[in-house]
């Protein structure tokens, strides 16, 4: 069964920093392209950041770009976003989403951010 | 960036009914769409990718279908495990992007 579990959430204060990871089992990971996406409160869907399976190619939404990194470990099975200079509209769950083909098949619970003082 | 314009953003209807859900491309996207049913406090569960295609596991009740730069999510024989929000998304181009969703609820 496919599972993606992120970890690393919780309350940071605006400017700071905060690491999110994104567990996979039952897939061959490294096979893989890997996404974040976000839901600020009560909001659709939004995109934040792709890599493919060897870390070849990364896109970043134009909100995050120079403040959020994307990266993975294949060897550990992980996907992490290193999310810096927060602010408050970055407030949001964080799912990833293992990327077949392009479509996104399958999401993680989510993990959720709040940046306020 | 690829604009998609999905609607309604809410609708009711009855059990039994069919439904319809429609999101308009802003450029062409070929057939690089997919939906997602959200239920409250849950992730987002793929159900048609390709504009068309069923995802495995998912009733034949629902399907896609697209018509120009229209797409659109029909679900036959409404039933209340189909309550939920319903997310289109364009995977042509980067950035992706959704629509802003639509909230279908059971009278």
Not at chain 1, 27 to 54: C, D, H
Not at chain 1, 86 to 105: F, G, I, N, P, Q
Not at chain 2, 59 to 77: A, M, V
Request: glycine letters at 10%.
């Amino acid at each position: 069964e496919v599972q993606l579990v992120e970890s690393g959430g919780g309350l940071v204060q605006p400017g700071r920093s905060l690491k999110l990871s994104c567990l996979a089992s039952g897939f061959t990971f490294s096979n893989y392209g890997m996404n974040w996406i976000r839901q600020a409160p009560g909001k659709g869907l939004e995109w934040v950041a792709s890599i493919s399976s060897s870390s070849s190619y990364i896109y970043y939404a134009d909100t995050v770009k120079g403040r959020f990194t994307i990266s993975r470990d294949n060897a550990k099975n992980t996907l992490y976003l290193q999310m810096t200079s927060l602010r408050s509209e970055d407030t949001a769950l964080y799912y990833c989403a293992r990327d077949s083909s392009y479509v996104m098949d399958a999401w993680g619970q989510g993990a959720s951010v709040t940046v306020s003082s | 960036d690829i604009q998609m314009t999905q609607s309604p953003s809410s609708m009711s209807a009855s059990l039994g009914d069919t439904v319809t859900i429609t999101c308009l491309a802003s450029q062409d996207i070929g057939n690089y769409l997919s939906w997602y049913q959200q239920k409250p406090g849950k992730s987002p569960k793929l159900m048609i990718y390709g504009a068309t295609n069923l995802e495995d596991g998912v009733p034949s009740r629902f399907s896609g279908s697209r018509s120009g730069s229209d797409y659109s999510l029909t679900i036959n024989s409404l039933g209340y495990d189909d309550e939920g929000i319903y997310h289109c998304h364009q995977y042509y181009e980067y950035p992706y992007t959704f629509g802003a969703g639509t909230k279908l609820e059971l009278k």
